[in-house]
């Protein structure tokens, strides 16, 4: 073989390979890590350690859907499918390619293809919580596609919402929060009368819906989402949850094939709209936003101090000698919860109260308790006679209320475990 020769099979060959390489960085479901979670075969162009976290996260939002609908029977036999993409360039080329769908205006998207199921999303430039929360949401599409033959897009969109604020602690996903942004907006709705009203919202079909998004500047498609989110937190939650059992047997005769308007009947009787919306504003009108990261972090704070309490042989009954105890001690915590590092001053008092955000007076705010070890608050006239300490707890919340307690570990120690009270 000649000089000239070698030094063009050399070449060649280089070409070759930077080909190659080129087509393993362009395509995406080559180089994407694949495995099984607990639900969902996943696709992730994150490292290793970020793709187990988010298929983590969408295993128990997942559970979180089938606490909500756990009684209901598939349609349709399904997997389910999770892609996770860093960037959107290749989120739009895989979903444009692949599935043969459009892509803009979108951070997430189900998508179905024969028997399999598709959550996608991407990070980008909105960050990791943005990236969760389109999952959340879009993870309930997924759902109830195999779940529902034809639920109202109000239902659909508002109980997506739902989940979308959501919040991850300890293994579950805590639903019912109320964003101080999101009460503000619709708050000026209401008062500028711009909804949607009943009568309309309840039936407009999923073409209307996909319309609303696309004309003029989309306005009335956000009013849409923000008003759905809000009629499916009055049916999950008002009224100490008096209409959550219509609400879910509502969705249980969807599941059995009923048509829509035999399903609300079956469920709430005959619909009087004037009524019903009458009770929506007036609940809508009087909620207060909630911060459930700051107040599990406050709860962090209080149980680090009970179990510091504990080890001095000192059992406060009430959130005050908690308090008392905690500032003779010059108590100080740290917490690491949602993945920010805050120090926590006992001499403040907020961190013994929940935090809340309302527009006119709250007569009765929600409170934390010091509570035993069936969530029972504690009567500050007994003496405490247990041996794992006092739990905290929270009364009041608007959707759900919270419980922290203890389990005893070996050596007498404890680990401090997070639900719903």
């Known amino acids: 073989m000649t000089k000239s020769t070698i030094c063009f099979a050399i070449t060649m060959l280089g070409l070759l390979m930077q080909d190659e390489q080129a087509k393993a960085q362009g395509d995406w479901t080559q180089r994407a890590l694949k495995f099984r979670s607990k639900y969902y075969e996943v696709q992730s162009d994150f490292d290793q350690e970020e793709s187990q976290d988010l298929a983590s996260h969408m295993d128990l939002t997942a559970d979180a859907y089938i606490r909500l609908l756990g009684g209901l029977r598939p349609q349709r ?21 692949h599935f043969s769908v459009p892509t803009q205006n979108s951070q997430g998207m189900m998508m179905a293809r024969g028997n399999q199921m598709y959550l996608a999303g991407f990070q980008g430039r909105y960050g990791n919580q943005r990236m969760r929360e389109v999952l959340q949401h879009e993870g309930f599409h997924q759902f109830s596609t195999i779940l529902f033959p034809n639920i109202p897009s109000w239902a659909d969109e508002g109980t997506a919402e739902v989940f979308a604020r959501g919040v991850p602690f300890d293994g579950k996903l805590v639903v019912g929060q109320v964003d101080a942004e999101d009460l503000r907006r619709i708050h000026a709705i209401l008062d500028a009368d711009d909804f949607r009203h009943f009568g309309d919202m309840f039936t407009i079909d999923a073409d209307g819906w996909r319309q609303s998004l696309q004309t003029g500047s989309g306005q009335q498609g956000s009013v849409n989402y923000l008003q759905a989110w809000t009629m499916s937190h009055f049916f999950l939650f008002a009224e100490d949850k008096k209409y959550q059992k219509p609400f879910i047997k509502f969705l249980t005769l969807l599941n059995r094939n009923a048509e829509y308007p035999v399903a609300w009947v079956g469920a ?57 105890e905690l500032r003779s001690h010059r108590f100080k915590h740290t917490s690491e919860l949602f993945g920010k590092e805050v120090t926590f001053d006992v001499n403040d008092d907020e961190l013994f109260t929940i935090p809340i955000e309302s527009e006119k007076e709250v007569t009765n705010p929600p409170v934390f308790e010091l509570v035993d070890t069936r969530g029972k608050t504690l009567d500050a006239t007994r003496p405490y006679k247990v041996r794992t300490p006092p739990g905290i707890a929270t009364s009041g919340l608007q959707a759900e209320n919270f419980l922290l307690k203890w389990n005893v570990k070996k050596g007498n120690t404890f680990e401090p475990t997070f639900g719903p009270r």
Not at 77 to 97: I, P
Not at 275 to 291: C, F, G, H, S
Not at 302 to 320: H, K, M, Y
């Open 268 to 324: 709430f009787g005959e619909p009087n709209f004037d009524i019903m919306e009458a009770r929506w504003q007036e609940y809508v009108k009087n909620l207060w936003a909630e911060d459930y990261r700051e107040t599990i972090r406050r709860m962090d704070f209080l149980s680090a101090g009970i179990l510091f309490l504990n080890g001095q042989d000192v059992v406060p009954l009430t959130i005050e000698q908690l308090k008392s």
């Open 77 to 97: 036999s399904v997997s389910l499918g999770l892609l996770l993409f860093q960037e959107q360039d290749d989120y739009q080329d895989v979903l444009t390619r």
